[in-house]
């Protein structure tokens, strides 16, 4: 099993930055695909980046543009790196571990327990 932590949620005003870390343990990191997720209450939560182990990328249209995400195979960790937020982006991030790349939430195996990111304006 993969035990995922999330970090470096926070607040920030609109137009500000934020650098999200996945931490993850267990078995071997670099054989899967890690993607993020959010929600906000009230709605379903949402498919925002993917990246496979050979750091082939996929966002959505929403933050494309403004958010990019990489991984360090070495330190079993994947980053998700928000740019010129807004408070639309207001939101629990979670990061997930899937076999394949794949951008629905069923498809993904392992799940950590989300960073709060408040975006101001």
């Known amino acids: 099993q993969v035990q995922l932590v999330e970090s470096g949620g926070g607040m920030v005003q609109a137009g500000g930055s934020l650098r999200l870390s996945c931490a993850a343990s267990g078995r071997t990191f670099s054989r899967y695909v890690m993607g993020w997720f959010r929600q906000a209450p009230g709605k379903e939560r949402e498919f925002v980046a993917a990246i496979s182990w050979i750091s082939t990328t996929y966002y959505a249209e929403s933050v494309k543009g403004r958010f990019t995400t990489s991984r360090d195979n070495a330190k079993n960790t994947v980053y998700l790196q928000l740019n010129s937020l807004k408070p639309e982006d207001t939101a629990v991030y979670y990061c997930?571990?899937?076999?394949?790349?794949?951008?629905?939430?069923?498809?993904?195996?392992?799940w950590g327990q989300g960073t709060q990111v408040t975006v101001s304006s």
């Open positions: 997930a571990a899937a076999r394949v790349l794949v951008t629905t939430a069923a498809g993904y195996d392992y």
